[in-house]
């Protein structure tokens, strides 16, 4: 599925987990996928709609720190969001060696812990497009 070619950059309110009894509720379920920067948390229910949630702890730096993992991870799935499956939503929680992680590193971890929790259309190791 191709991505609308007028996207907005910043991923919308309706593509957000914000509530905090969702954030425990995919806790409660206890799915979850470790990654070298992130810990991704899959919630299924009746009202997960494929929604995002971040939570960046105290642990992983300042509020400037916190702040930074946040975005870098909402960007990421917004970039992302076309490429990935099923219906249930995502808490990515940022784990601190996420805040000195270069961007091709940080990517790469993402499309893994993505695809070993089966949410990816397309594994890493799958090429885009044929070779010629």
Same mark, same amino acid.
């Given at each position: 599925?191709?991505?609308p070619?007028?996207? *907005? &950059?910043?991923?919308p309110?309706? =593509?957000?987990v914000?509530?905090a009894?969702l954030f425990q509720?995919a &806790?409660?379920?206890?799915?979850?996928? %470790?990654?070298?920067f992130?810990?991704?948390?899959? @919630?299924?229910? +009746? !009202?997960?709609?494929? *929604?995002?949630?971040v939570v960046?702890? *105290?642990? %992983?730096g300042?509020?400037?720190?916190r702040?930074r /993992?946040?975005? @870098?991870m909402? +960007?990421?799935?917004?970039?992302?969001? &076309?490429?990935?499956?099923?219906?249930? !939503?995502m808490?990515?929680v940022? @784990?601190?060696s996420? %805040?000195?992680a270069?961007? #091709?590193? =940080? !990517?790469?971890?993402? =499309? !893994?812990?993505?695809?070993?929790? /089966?949410? =990816?259309q397309?594994?890493?190791?799958?090429?885009k497009? #044929?070779?010629d």
């Open positions: 599925m191709q991505p070619t007028n996207r *907005r &950059y910043t991923l309110a309706r =593509l957000r914000k509530r009894a509720e &806790y409660s379920q206890g799915r979850k996928t %470790v990654g070298r992130v810990v991704l948390w899959l @919630r299924s229910g +009746e !009202d997960a709609a494929g *929604r995002l949630g960046a702890s *105290r642990k %992983v300042n509020s400037v720190a702040s /993992a946040k975005r @870098r909402r +960007e990421w799935f917004r970039l992302h969001q &076309y490429d990935l499956t099923g219906s249930e !939503d808490i990515l940022a @784990r601190r996420l %805040v000195k270069s961007q #091709p590193d =940080l !990517d790469a971890d993402l =499309l !893994d812990v993505f695809s070993r929790a /089966a949410r =990816l397309c594994p890493p190791e799958c090429p497009s #044929p070779p």
